[in-house]
């Protein structure tokens, strides 16, 4: 009996990019299909609850500005996550990161140095990054000479970049508001502080900022020779060992950069929305960039819209449960089942790839025997 072999559409000039975006979307289908199932439990009608949902994110310009300014540490975070994969560590730091960049821009953005704002909002962020950096470097050298596992690490040290800042906002006295009724920063300097690009709004560059580095590093990935050593390093280490890489200065270079964009993602917070600095002034936020990554499947493309997707279902989501009555908690049941698909996907797609690969390995085997074994 001839035995049928599996066939594969190949798309040589589009990459992987269009497969890894098309299983993305057909997880996210799947999960709000189940999330509507659960509405639908509760008594409400998901289609009118998936319609105030979109209202609130993109009814008016106001609240698709607030679906950007959402998006903003979601952007930087999920690309610093998602550089990280690629490498084959999981840098999990990034609300670490933060909330020590963010100590770093607050040091001179309370001073008025009498500067223009470019020059200041660029020393603000220079800053961040270099306390960023010394910060990463702590994860990035345990991990790539002590082999110390990198999750582990990054998420004690997020817990220590909290308690000191915490600290920082409320004993040390030229940062600290003394007599606040809440432990925060003074307040910035205007020159300091990032343009409101939408006037009722609180949109800032951040979100264009995020986008941009994305596309950067979409391209440095794909097109460059350090790209392609992060890749290799990350798809098969023993191979990339072998052909030269150096894989212990690549896993650190990589959590160093993870790290300086998150301490630039903490600044934009602070600089762009706080406009001071709190205590806890962002939570979760790093761990939702690492769902972001995730949801991108490690695509910096992939991020952008990833990123969108989950500050859309926050934005709207308050709206969502105020019009229809169904539970606040909805939102992060939507994001987790979304989340539970699309790796779902990703997993039956892989294991039908490698029955594809191994039936054309038997194919091969096949066509190389010899002919009726020698007309016996």
């Not at 630039?264 to 962002?282: H, P, T, W």
């Not at 939102?331 to 039956?348: D, E, H, K």
Request: hydrophobic share 50%.
């Amino acid at each position: 009996m001839e035995k049928k072999a599996m066939k594969i559409i190949k798309l040589p000039f589009l990459g992987d990019m269009v497969i890894s975006l098309g299983r993305t979307l057909f997880g996210i289908l799947l999960g709000l299909i189940a999330s509507a199932v659960l509405i639908r439990l509760s008594g409400v009608d998901p289609f009118f609850a998936y319609g105030a949902l979109l209202r609130g994110a993109f009814g008016s310009p106001q609240a698709f500005s607030n679906v950007l300014v959402r998006s903003s540490p979601l952007l930087l975070g999920g690309i610093a996550v998602s550089i990280g994969v690629k490498t084959g560590v999981w840098n999990t730091g990034i609300e670490g990161y933060m909330y020590i960049g963010a100590i770093g821009a607050t040091i001179v953005g309370v001073k008025n140095f009498g500067i223009p704002p470019v020059l200041h909002i660029l020393i603000c962020f220079t800053v961040a990054a270099v306390f960023a950096a010394a910060w990463g470097a702590i994860p990035g050298y345990l991990k790539a000479y002590r082999n110390v596992n990198e999750v582990t690490s990054t998420i004690m040290l997020n817990y220590v970049a909290i308690f000191l800042t915490n600290w920082a906002v409320s004993n040390v006295a030229w940062i600290a508001e003394k007599g606040a009724f809440y432990p925060m920063s003074l307040p910035y300097a205007k020159e300091a502080c990032l343009p409101i690009l939408m006037r009722g709004s609180s949109l800032h560059p951040g979100p264009f900022i995020g986008i941009a580095v994305c596309l950067v590093f979409h391209f440095i990935i794909n097109s460059t020779s350090f790209g392609y050593r992060t890749r290799m390093l990350g798809q098969n280490p023993f191979a990339a060992r072998y052909a030269g890489v150096d894989s212990k200065k690549q896993i650190m270079i990589m959590i160093i950069v993870g790290a300086i964009i998150g301490g630039v993602s903490g600044a934009i917070e602070v600089m762009g929305l706080k406009q001071r600095l709190f205590m806890e002034f962002v939570t979760g936020v790093g761990y939702e960039s690492v769902a972001v990554a995730l949801l991108a499947g490690g695509n910096a493309i992939g991020v952008i819209f990833a990123a969108l997707f989950f500050a859309a279902l926050k934005a709207g989501g308050a709206t969502m449960s105020i019009e229809t009555g169904v539970a606040s908690s909805m939102n992060s049941i939507i994001i987790a089942l979304c989340m539970l698909f699309v790796i779902g996907v990703g997993v039956v797609d892989a294991r039908r790839m490698k029955k594809i690969v191994e039936s054309d390995n038997e194919d091969e085997e096949e066509k190389d025997t010899p002919q009726e074994k020698e007309e016996a």
